[in-house]
């Protein structure tokens, strides 16, 4: 087996920290003294430092006390979004969050997971997207490679392995498309309306 010798990437595991020790060192003490505090630190003060360790963040956006972010610089938040009390972000691939998204409280965004086929458990990790105005329940599971579409709703405590389609109330473990969310134009088009 071929060992890759670099301090992006576990010890040829195949993560891409994406940023060197000294930097991740520095984010979990960012990390631990204000984004994991029950204090309510405002919300612009949180994305600045996000955008300071290489988030991209949008205006608008409330992060809520005690959110866990694994790597900032493998985070996207659109305009407008809502992240909830202990939301778990475990971003070693790269995670979108789009505009006018609301993630509940305790959501689990998990992008890794491990090949049990193989007896070094390599990494098998894939990015994770939700689309504008999604929102996905309270304790919801989001896993590796899952794409939540437009204006989609994950229900509280859903496990979430495979994609879901648009403008869908989505339910269960495993969770599956419901019913349509809408029935006439969809929440974004009127806000989109309403802001010209």
Known sequence: ?????????DRGNGLDRGRPAMVE???????????????????PFKCALLRLFGARVGRGVVLKPRINIHFPWKLSIGDF????????????EPIAIGSHCCVSQRVFLC???HDYRQPHMAFRNRPIVLADGAWV??????????TIESEAVVTAGSVATRS????????????RPLRHRWTGESCVQQINELSE
Request: glycine content about 10%.
């Open 25 to 43: 060192a520095l984010w979990y003490v960012v990390k631990c003294l204000v984004f994991l505090s029950a204090l309510p630190y405002p919300s």
């Open 137 to 146: 329940g309270a304790q919801a599971f989001i896993g590796p490679g899952v």
């Open 164 to 175: 879901l389609p648009p403008e869908m109330i989505c339910s269960g473990n495993p969770c």
């Open 111 to 113: 992008t890794g997971n």
């Open 81 to 92: 979004a809502w992240i909830g009390e202990e939301t778990f972000i475990l971003n070693f």
């Open 1 to 9: 087996m071929t060992r890759v010798r670099n301090d992006l990437f």
